[in-house]
């Protein structure tokens, strides 16, 4: 029984290859139906198809592929012509073929649908006997005749089945069988033979070869197609899924090891053992990447899985449009991960259906424009980069971009204004708005711009950009830019106030470092003169309500974002730098936060939120905080003149320490606030409800200790020269260097006098 199931999955996997195959072919043979080898091409997979389904009982498409067989085999004998016509029907016994196949594997059989193959076996029968499609009559019960041999130019004669009585059916259906077990009987002996003269690579050592293989060993004698087969194995895609997200986690190990590197380089400068555990670092990130390229190979499958449905789907166009056009592909062998292979296949084809239909003019036109009558549409991909370019153009009419303003404004998608601000290029993503056509009239072939905001949608899940550019008359160009894989990608890790943040590489155009003054407020927004353009501005802390604690400088960092036709400057408080990153989802509570398309773990453990670069530009809209005045307020600063006006943190966790510390300070009349430890103490500073003036720590604090506390602190810009004193009972060398490293401003070590400690206050609050 578990033979039969993986002799049935083989047949699944073979045939579907096989019917992608032959639907490609059929189109360029009806383009060259004197081409021989091509029609004997066709004829074999048509015989391999119905060989194996008649092995596995499977009736009804058997029957099928027998009637679509005579009538190849009639093309092949040069007894039919192969016109539109016929290639039509054809081609539609193809598609009830993938029907049949698809109810094989969802039901383990191809009748379950009850799908009627009589009228198409009519018709095909009709073009094998050299009759009129159009005076067929019903279809007529037929038995599938035994098979063709292709390796004989003599056929067997046919057995009319009519005629015989049922256990002569059953005796000639007992015959069949015992031929084709016969059949594979030799074959398996003549594997075994070749094996035996040529011994394959052990077992261990054959699983080592990569899923697609491409070196094959030839037998002798010609090789084998069993030989070859050793050289390769079938791995389940989940199974390269689960060692993606293995590979995913070692790169985060590799990213975590390079970080303690780095810090443990810093504080051991000079020790002998560095040296080594750089090299082994060094040689962990190699073998991390190297591993990580071969499991990214391993998933990768060339873009002609998709492209080769579109002959077909242009064809149809072209005979339900009445034009005439054909379709060019090129580059179809460029390899893109599995998982985005099976996505883009939707945006291409309605790319694609929108160039014939609205972009291809008719023959007529296309005559008095001086054109040939056939158009052409390119299909394209090839390697930039990190980046698979996928690129569709047509011949056509092209895009008017006045037009296309024009119906916008018509829908009140954009102001009157903004059509006139407008590049072409701007005018050409118009078509991407949702509800957005050009159509005159709906036809079931929509209208460039129809839909097309799906397409934009579904791109842009992917990481990926459209482009567009045309030129009226001549015809228009679209590419599609897909990273390679979704799994691991580059990105450029950014800090807005305490939060940090990934924004994918692909879509970062640059990053500038600007004067506050050179940001103006136009009508609410926030815009930056660059180079003569004039770029919309919003910070990152607005888009996702990030609270305001890090005091602004007069210069700030801005990175540049550009989706397609738009661009966007994001306002960051730091550049912490480029970042290989693994993708991981937020979970099925988090994963619809606008603007955030998933998480990384970073090299120091800390979880970094994604940014979903269109959904951030979409929010960035509905943004208008005037910056420059925001951060002109926060600038000014409240004048003390009397000493209560200024405010001292005290921090320990002895009440009894923190009383005395208050008594010491109580000639002065500055205000005092207390915190128990270095957690409570940073929560209080970060919540801006005091203005502090200066901090006094202790050192041995639970939760956190001074030295942790010190360091945090310093980590603001707006804290960076608060005093910070140290009270401690901590006199060592050592001890007292760690306090200047970490930011401590004053070291004073118990037992002190009052009197002292409020020097030491007196003199860093300036109070004279």
Do not use: W
């Not at 000639?172 to 394959?200: F, G, Y």
Request: proline fraction near 3%.
């Amino acid at each position: 029984m578990e033979d039969i199931q993986e002799i049935l999955e083989d047949f699944l996997v073979e045939a579907f290859e096989l019917v992608e195959q032959i639907d490609h072919d059929l189109v360029e043979l009806e383009a060259n139906p004197e081409d021989l080898e091509l029609l004997n091409r066709i004829f074999r997979v048509a015989h391999t198809v119905k060989g194996s389904s008649s092995f596995l009982n499977f009736d009804v498409l058997t029957k099928l592929t027998h009637h679509m067989e005579d009538v190849l085999n009639k093309a092949r004998h040069n007894e039919l012509k192969i016109t539109p016509e016929v290639m039509d029907v054809v081609l539609e016994s193809i598609d009830m073929m993938k029907t049949l196949l698809n109810s094989i594997r969802d039901n383990g059989n191809d009748t379950a649908i009850g799908l009627d193959i009589a009228p198409i076996c009519t018709r095909l029968t009709a073009i094998s006997e050299g009759e009129s499609l159009e005076s067929v009559a019903p279809a007529k019960t037929e038995e599938p005749k035994e098979e063709v041999k292709e390796e004989s130019k003599v056929e067997e004669p046919e057995v009319d089945v009519n005629k015989l009585s049922d256990d002569e059916v059953e005796a000639e259906i007992e015959r069949l069988l015992k031929v084709r077990k016969a059949e594979d009987q030799a074959r398996r002996a003549e594997k075994k033979k070749t094996q035996e003269a040529n011994p394959a690579p052990s077992k261990p050592a054959a699983q080592a070869q990569n899923a697609t293989a491409e070196k094959k060993v030839p037998a002798a004698g010609g090789g084998s197609s069993g030989a070859n087969m050793d050289q390769t194995i079938r791995v389940e895609v989940k199974r390269l899924d689960h060692l993606m997200n293995l590979i995913g986690e070692l790169v985060l190990g590799k990213n975590r090891l390079l970080k303690i590197y780095d810090d443990v380089e810093e504080r051991y400068d000079g020790e002998k053992f560095l040296e080594e555990l750089n090299q082994v670092v060094s040689q962990l990130s190699i073998v991390t990447t190297d591993i990580q390229l071969a499991v990214m190979k391993t998933r990768m499958q060339p873009i002609a899985k998709v492209f080769n449905k579109f002959p077909r789907v242009v064809r149809d166009l072209g005979r339900e449009l009445g034009k005439q056009m054909e379709l060019e592909i090129s580059g179809e062998e460029t390899e893109l991960d599995k998982s985005i292979v099976e996505e883009i296949g939707d945006p291409i084809m309605h790319m694609i259906r929108n160039s014939c239909d609205h972009g291809i003019e008719d023959p007529a036109t296309r005559v008095a424009n001086g054109k040939p009558e056939k158009g052409t549409v390119n299909l394209k991909a090839y390697n930039e980069g990190n980046h698979i370019v996928v690129e569709i153009a047509d011949d056509g009419k092209g895009l008017d971009a006045d037009a296309l303003k024009s119906k916008a404004i018509e829908k009140n998608l954009i102001t009157e204004r903004e059509a006139d601000q407008m590049s072409n290029k701007e005018a050409f993503a118009l078509i991407f708005k949702p509800g957005f056509s050009t159509a005159a009239k709906i036809t079931n072939v929509s209208g460039r711009g129809v839909g097309m905001d799906v397409v934009k949608t579904n791109i842009e899940k992917l990481n990926g950009v459209i482009e567009i550019d045309s030129e009226l008359g001549k015809g228009t160009v679209m590419k599609l830019k897909i990273p390679l894989t979704l799994a691991i990608i580059q990105s450029l890790l950014v800090g807005t106030q305490e939060e940090f943040y990934a924004i994918p590489l692909a879509s970062v155009l640059e990053t500038v470092r600007v004067p506050i003054d050179d940001i103006y407020t136009i009508e609410g927004k926030n815009v930056l003169r660059l180079r003569d353009e004039v770029l919309s501005l919003v910070r990152l802390s607005d888009v996702f309500g990030v609270k305001q604690v890090l005091e602004n400088t007069d210069q700030t960092y801005v990175v540049v974002i550009g989706v397609a036709e738009s661009k966007l400057g994001i306002i960051v408080d730091t550049l912490v730098g480029q970042e290989e990153i693994v993708i991981k989802s937020m979970g099925e509570y988090l994963q619809n936060i606008q603007g955030i398309a998933g998480a990384t773990i970073r090299g120091d453990g800390r979880v970094t939120l994604i940014i979903d670069v269109a959904a951030m530009m979409d929010i960035a809209k509905e943004i208008k905080v005037d910056i420059k005045a925001q951060i002109e307020a926060q600038a000014k600063k409240v004048v003390k003149e009397k000493p209560s006006d200024y405010t001292v943190l005290i921090v320990d966790d002895s009440k009894m320490d923190r009383n005395i510390i208050q008594k010491s300070l109580e000639p002065l009349g500055v205000s005092i606030i207390e915190a128990t430890n270095g957690v409570e103490a940073l929560n209080t500073i970060k919540s801006g409800e005091h203005d502090i003036d200066a901090v006094l720590i202790d050192i041995e604090m639970p939760r956190m200790d001074g030295y942790t506390l010190a360091g945090e602190i310093r980590k603001y810009s707006k804290y960076k020269n608060l005093p910070l004193v140290a009270v401690t009972s901590r006199t060592s060398k050592s001890d007292r260097l760690r306090g200047v490293e970490v930011g401590m401003t004053e070291y004073i070590t118990k037992p002190y006098s009052p009197e002292y400690l409020e020097n030491v206050v007196r003199k860093n609050l300036k109070l004279g």
